[in-house]
């Protein structure tokens, strides 16, 4: 089916452990994004994805490590989770940068 | 960085009106708004450009105060269907500059 999603929709790992969220879009959007949304901030931008093997910052990065060999995939790896990323994960397309962006259903993480 | 919305939750009754304001300190390229029901995605309603107003989402409009730097969405006659949190996106420069309030909880109730 067309459209954006994410896997696994429910996480539950422990403190130290590598955990990789993954994200798979159909639309061909050459923009990708990672969010992570908690109680009272919003959605704030974890790492974001302009085409194929191009990537950047955004508002927290730290902890994350992202890529993007294919136009539609965009994995998001946490490389040592902590307690503090426990949060739910949405990962969005776009085929611009400005323009209106498509969200998955999303990933809730819980780190013990 | 991150916008001010307000107000941060209302109640309505079904038909009445509500008007959702997004503020920021910075200069603005465009606003985005989103409307996310509980324990889902959120889910694109429009975007407005520099001094741009655009009626996007059945009697959801909204308007963008470039001098006030200061957006505001508006739902009139409001339904049940439109209960659900609402967020506003700032876009500054780049897309690792988009940034989002903390959103405004919206309830409609019979």
């Known amino acids: 089916d067309a459209g954006i999603t994410q896997s696994p929709r429910y996480k539950i790992t422990e403190t130290g452990r590598q955990v990789t969220l993954m994200c798979h879009q159909t639309?061909?959007?050459?923009?990708m994004f990672w969010y992570r949304q908690d109680l009272g901030h919003g959605l704030r931008l974890i790492y974001y994805?302009?085409?194929?093997?191009?990537?950047d910052k955004g508002e927290v990065p730290d902890g994350y490590v992202v890529s993007r060999s294919k136009t539609e995939n965009f994995p998001l790896t946490l490389e040592s989770a902590t307690r503090s990323q426990t949060s739910v994960y949405f990962c969005?397309?776009?085929?611009?940068?400005?323009?209106?962006?498509?969200f998955g259903p999303g990933t809730r993480l819980t780190v013990l | 960085q991150q916008p001010v919305q307000s107000p941060q939750a209302v109640i309505l009754r079904e038909g009445e009106d509500a008007v959702i304001n997004c503020s920021s300190s910075?200069?603005?390229?465009?606003v985005h708004w989103y409307r996310q029901k509980h324990g889902e995605a959120p889910v694109f309603l429009m975007i407005?450009?520099?001094?741009?107003e655009q009626k996007g989402h059945e009697k959801i409009s909204a308007s963008f105060n470039e001098k006030k730097q200061q957006s505001s969405l508006y739902l009139t006659a409001s339904q049940l269907s439109y209960s659900g949190t609402y967020f506003c996106?700032?876009?500054?420069?780049?897309?690792?500059?988009?940034?989002f309030g903390a959103g405004t909880r919206l309830t409609v109730k019979p």
């Open positions: 996106g700032t876009y500054y420069r780049g897309p690792n500059d988009m940034r």
């Open positions: 407005l450009l520099k001094g741009g």
């Open positions: 994805s302009a085409a194929a093997d191009i990537t």
């Open positions: 639309w061909s959007h050459s923009y």
């Open positions: 969005a397309s776009s085929s611009g940068g400005a323009l209106e962006q498509f």
């Open positions: 910075k200069a603005l390229y465009s």
